[in-house]
């Protein structure tokens, strides 16, 4: 087992499409906790309306975000139909708490990794559920164990200040949780968020090697999404700074933005509003 910093190719293509969301009339409800085989040893696990991985070895598992406490505790249990080998490593994805409370659970076996960022926002929120992470970083992070190896890196602010990604270079996927969503406008009214910061981070991650993507909500979706989802992004700032700059109030820019090259994308028709009132108010301020 090591831990280290560094670079490395990949092999496996995975493709994979999975549908989230309350089944259509007819059709059974899905369960609210379920995992799903990506690749040897990689494996989807779902709560409700949020996702994680984790990795098996030889020398123990590898889990990102535990979702809550109720999650953690179904996690650990179906883990150990799969493995005999303890919970190694716990990564948070960013200190955004619906994706990470719950850590407490794996607490008896675990390290907790995050971005150095995420580290106050987590020990400031004083949940006893969710283990402050003792090892983390500022760029980038191997963590090797048995025979796998797995990338975590730091693309700069996006829909947080401390989002890493998990690259499994063996699988040619990547985990990144809420600031690339496939096919899915931004959510809301992107409060959290750093808009040029975020496209900027998207165009890195852009030049990593992987082909499968896996968010933190929703369908899988391939590389391809990632550029998808800048080019809104772009998009919807160019049409926000056209209506700054001609004086447009928020409720005129919110009737007057429409983008229907996305029209179709999920939550278009509810979020698109929400997302030009987040993108007015942050380039309101900067441009004052």
């Known amino acids: 087992m090591s831990v280290s910093r560094g670079f490395a190719g990949a092999t496996m293509v995975i493709w994979l499409l999975l549908a ?3 089944a259509v009339s007819g059709q059974p409800s899905r369960p609210d906790n379920e995992i799903t085989k990506l690749a040897d040893d990689v494996y989807l696990f779902r709560h409700q309306f949020h996702q994680a991985i984790f990795i098996t070895t030889p020398e123990g598992v590898i889990v990102t975000d535990p979702i809550s406490a109720d999650a953690a505790v179904w996690l650990k249990a179906e883990i150990k139909r799969l493995t005999d080998h303890p919970v190694r490593y716990v990564v948070y994805s960013h200190h955004h708490s619906d994706h990470i409370t719950g850590g407490g659970v ?9 971005h150095s960022a995420a580290r106050p926002h987590i020990a400031d929120a004083a949940d006893p559920s969710t283990p402050v992470p003792t090892l983390t970083f500022t760029d980038r992070m191997f963590i090797d164990l048995g ?3 797995i990338e975590l890196i730091y693309t700069g602010k996006n829909h947080s200040d401390n989002s890493l990604v998990v690259l ?15 096919e899915t406008v931004a959510y809301r009214t ?12 998207l165009k890195r991650v852009e030049q990593l090697e992987f ?16 550029r998808l989802f800048r080019g809104y992004l772009e998009d919807l700032r160019e049409a926000i700074l056209d209506q700054i700059k001609k004086g447009a109030s928020l409720e005129e820019a919110k009737k007057a933005v ?5 029209e179709k994308w999920a939550r278009y028709a509810d979020w698109l509003p ?11 301020q900067t441009q004052r």
Do not use: C
């Open 20 to 22: 989230l969301g309350p």
């Open 147 to 149: 025979g796998k190896h």
């Open 211 to 226: 082909d499968t993507l896996v968010p933190g909500h929703g369908t899988i979706g391939r590389k391809e999404h990632v």
């Open 258 to 262: 429409r983008l229907p090259k996305y």
């Open 106 to 114: 794996f607490a008896d076996q675990a390290t907790f990794v995050s």
């Open 168 to 182: 499994l270079p063996q699988n040619k996927l990547l985990f990144a949780v809420d600031f690339i969503p496939v």
């Open 274 to 284: 929400e997302n030009v009132e987040g993108m007015y108010r942050y380039y309101s």
């Open 190 to 201: 992107m409060r959290s968020d750093y808009p040029d910061d975020w496209i900027e981070s």
